[in-house]
């Protein structure tokens, strides 16, 4: 089945879609990975998208707004994957879409919002889609997230040593190979604030880590940063932005007191990254990190994550043969994949839920749903066609 994940990140700068063949094989998954095209938000979406996050205030007429044009962004982007990438001839959607808010209190997820209605999807490319993965598994009482650890977990199963696999998205999270999977905090989004406050709106992020390389790590705020009580919190546990947005940055500044520079500011923040996905890994005793993600176009965060690992092999996920910037479009394929085969999207031991479940609703396409006769057995290993292993 030629299958086209869409995903935008806690980042949001950027829809990605990621094109796939996946068939079973007993209880093997197969991906053929067929690509990636990446489309950006046009300036006004992305800027009334960043206005709606939290800790912004927005009416219902915002968010219907802002439901419709995502809506509508990620249609345009599977159009274009379909054609650029399936030659017209995929046959499924599987849409992250945007979240914008996780509803997290005392460590107890209660909801989730991701928008992109999926009908503007459906209508576009005539394709069925699915989408609103996360709330299905929440309802059991898990997490909803990182709902990329089914995907890493069978990537990860029966490899030597300990591998684990990491993103570095806005927030960053890991997976382990027993299947241990939590948000370690913030991956760019405190770094990405950073930039975009002391640029005056200029600069999004961090290019290239250049303003990292130039600064110098501000001990004191470090450790007040390192404070934060959710790092003590034991897995599962998730986070977003709720948490790590600018205002956060601002109080913990404030809280140090005098000026710092930029440079030293972002120093330091991706200098807290480095450490707190370091605390977790060392945590679950990995002797491998494979790292996908924006972040992996860091190279100072990247630098200080392996300083903080000595002894750790720190690697892109390219290397086994999942292309590290679309690691997470292809990994909503594979959930898509598994929902429309009626086989479960997520493992209790990675999100907390009671029981396994299907996730997400279907939107049809043009023609009738077809689904895939029952009795396939959920795959217990994931294997990348054309890939190192």
């Known amino acids: 089945m030629r299958v086209i994940g869409l995903m935008s990140g806690t980042s949001y700068d950027a829809i990605d879609a ?80 945007q979240t914008v808010f996780h509803w997290v209190e005392g460590g107890v997820v209660h909801g ?85 406050g002391f640029s005056g709106g200029r600069l999004s992020y961090d290019v290239d880590g250049r303003l990292a390389a130039r600064g110098r790590v501000h001990e004191v705020l470090l450790g007040r940063l390192l404070d934060e009580p959710y790092y003590a919190l034991s897995a599962p546990r998730t986070t977003g932005k709720e948490l790590f947005h600018p205002g956060y940055l601002r109080d913990a500044l404030a809280g140090v007191g005098g000026t710092l520079s930029a440079e030293d500011v972002i120093a330091t923040l991706t200098m807290l990254t480095a450490r707190t996905v370091a605390d977790a890994v060392r945590g679950v005793g990995a002797t491998e990190v494979l790292v996908s993600g924006g972040g992996t176009r860091n190279p100072a965060l990247v630098s200080m994550l392996g300083e ?29 994949f598994l929902t429309v085969h009626g ?33 396939g057995r959920a795959p217990r290993r994931l294997v990348i066609e054309g890939g190192a292993g």
Request: aromatic share 4%; hydrophobic share 45%; charged share 20%.
């Open 343 to 375: 086989l479960p999207g997520a493992f209790p031991v990675s999100t907390g839920a009671r029981h396994p479940s299907v996730l997400g609703s279907i939107t049809p396409g043009t023609h009738a749903l077809r689904f895939p006769p029952p009795g």
């Open 112 to 196: 989730t919002l991701q928008l992109g209605q999926p009908a503007w999807i459906a209508e576009a490319t005539g394709l069925p889609v699915v989408a609103d993965f996360r709330p299905r598994d929440i309802a059991a009482g898990g997490q909803g997230a990182p709902l990329v650890s089914l995907v890493d977990l069978l990537w990860l199963r029966g490899r030597e040593g300990v591998p684990v696999a990491l993103n570095l998205g806005g927030i960053a999270n890991l997976t382990a190979p027993d299947g241990t999977a939590f948000d370690t905090g913030p991956g760019c989004a405190l770094i990405d604030a950073a930039a975009r």
């Open 308 to 336: 903080c690992l000595p002894g750790v092999l720190v690697r892109r996920s390219d290397v086994w043969g999942l292309p590290s910037d679309a690691k997470e479009a292809y990994a909503f394929a594979v959930l898509g």
């Open 18 to 97: 990621a094109a796939a063949e996946l068939r079973l094989d007993g209880d093997t998954l197969v991906l053929r990975p067929l690509g990636m095209v990446s489309d950006a938000y046009d300036d006004e979406l992305r800027a009334a998208l960043a206005a709606a996050l939290p800790p912004g205030v927005v009416s219902m007429a915002d968010v219907c707004r802002l439901d419709t044009r995502i809506g509508q962004a990620f249609a345009a982007a599977a159009v274009r994957a379909d054609r650029e990438l399936c030659g017209g001839r995929g046959e499924l959607v599987a849409s992250h879409g």
